[in-house]
């Protein structure tokens, strides 16, 4: 905090003090009755009292979780211990937008409270920043200026996708799920209907079915199970402008992924290959998932000079687990994260979010050298088994999803 004499402080000193001064020199009153009354607000200022004290109090937000584009309400209070003049001024981060006044000048009385109404406007980990705040006694001859910092984190969270579909399993865990069982057992999906072998259980016996073909027939179906997935967010690049940027597509898909995977009782683990590697564990559970939620809106693109945290891959990543990436593929190191998890055993599986459209600038053969390098590295790739589906522009996820099933089912018919 600061505090010093506003320029009416000067100026009632010099016309008060002067106005006695050339009195006394000029031995006459009319100066003296001039400068009076600037001595007069001096003393009044001074019984009043100088640099009033001033409090921010109570702040809080309507909601630390919405919705890119919801609105939400900032407020606070302000306390002083004697009436003042208060100039508050709220400074907010790029993601949340103003839809009222961000600054107040008023008179107080003892206390205040302020509202301000704001609109999500970008996905991410934000909240109001600071709250400058000036108070000046009631003649404005002295002001404090303070900058109060504000710790309410508001998590904004990218438009979501209600998915029904889920990835493919890998490997199978013990575990009841929603994904269906290549094995055949006790479930809720039918797998065949064939006559009764010896030592089949007899609870597998249908009676319907046994009573209209007079043979005993079995029922059997598919059981459901479990995953492991691994999101792998790709922060390296960030290409476009405004909302339409890989990287919040990226963010977007990884949330309804994890939140969907979640739901049928797979582990999920999130790995961030973009400033080193970041990585949470796989596990279950409501907490595990704002966990998820959390890191995903605190990713962000560093300068490359800033990535100097280590490459080496975490050693407890599940060697079950499916590897599912959200990547451009334009990092040498993403491109050498994949090959080295596709090594290890892993299936990998990237979804490649749209690429925005070129600059209007850009030459053709600058646009032609990037289509080659990106081909080129797609069929890297594919040479060591490393499933690539493209992402179109306006393209719901749910339909991506839906050839990302169709794709792996051809892929592992063709490996059996």
């Known amino acids: 905090m600061t505090r010093h004499l506003t320029h009416r402080f000067w100026i009632c000193m010099v016309f008060g003090l002067g106005g006695f001064a050339l009195a006394l020199m000029a031995r006459s009153l009319e100066p003296a009755a001039f400068g009076a009354p600037f001595v007069f607000a001096l003393a009044l200022s001074i019984a009043d009292g100088w640099w009033p004290p001033a409090e921010v109090t109570n702040p809080e937000v309507s909601s630390p979780r919405v919705v890119e584009g919801d609105t939400l309400q900032f407020t606070f209070g302000v306390v002083t211990r004697q009436r003042s003049f208060v100039d508050v001024e709220v400074q907010l981060p790029s993601s949340l937008a103003p839809q009222s006044t961000t600054r107040f000048v008023t008179m107080i009385d003892r206390e205040r409270r302020f509202h301000v109404d704001l609109v999500a406007a970008r996905w991410g980990a934000a909240g109001p920043e600071w709250i400058h705040l000036v108070t000046r006694d009631r003649l404005g001859l002295t002001e404090s200026v303070r900058r109060v910092p504000m710790r309410l984190p508001v998590r904004v969270h990218p438009p979501s996708e209600n998915l029904s579909s889920l990835i493919p399993l890998y490997r199978e865990r013990a575990v009841s799920g929603e994904h269906r069982a290549r094995a055949k057992g006790s479930g809720t999906e039918l797998a065949e209907v064939r006559p009764y072998r010896y030592g089949d259980p007899l609870r597998m016996v249908h009676p319907g079915l046994s009573a209209r073909r007079n043979t005993p027939m079995v029922v059997e179906r598919h059981p459901e199970r479990s995953s492991e997935i691994v999101l792998m967010v790709d922060s390296a690049q960030d290409l476009g402008v405004d909302l339409e940027t890989t990287l919040r597509w990226t963010v977007t898909a990884a949330m309804a992924l994890g939140e969907r995977h979640l739901r049928a009782q797979d582990r999920v683990g999130l790995l961030d290959v973009g400033r080193g590697i970041r990585w949470l564990p796989a596990r279950l559970g409501r907490r595990h998932l704002h966990r998820i939620v959390d890191s995903l809106l605190a990713t962000e693109v560093l300068p490359r000079n800033e990535r100097h945290l280590a490459r080496s891959l975490p050693n407890d990543l599940p060697r079950s687990a499916t590897i599912v990436a959200l990547s451009m593929l334009l990092s040498e190191d993403t491109l050498t994260t994949l090959v080295d998890l596709r090594s290890r055993g892993h299936e990998i599986l990237v979804l490649q979010p749209p690429q925005p459209d070129p ?58």
């Open 359 to 416: 600059n209007p600038s850009t030459s053709m053969l600058a646009r032609r050298i990037f289509r080659v390098g990106n081909e080129l590295n797609h069929r890297w790739l594919r040479d060591r088994g490393v499933t690539i589906v493209p992402w179109q522009a306006g393209e719901p996820l749910e339909h991506v999803l839906r050839r990302v099933i169709r794709n792996l089912g051809r892929a592992r018919q063709a490996t059996r």
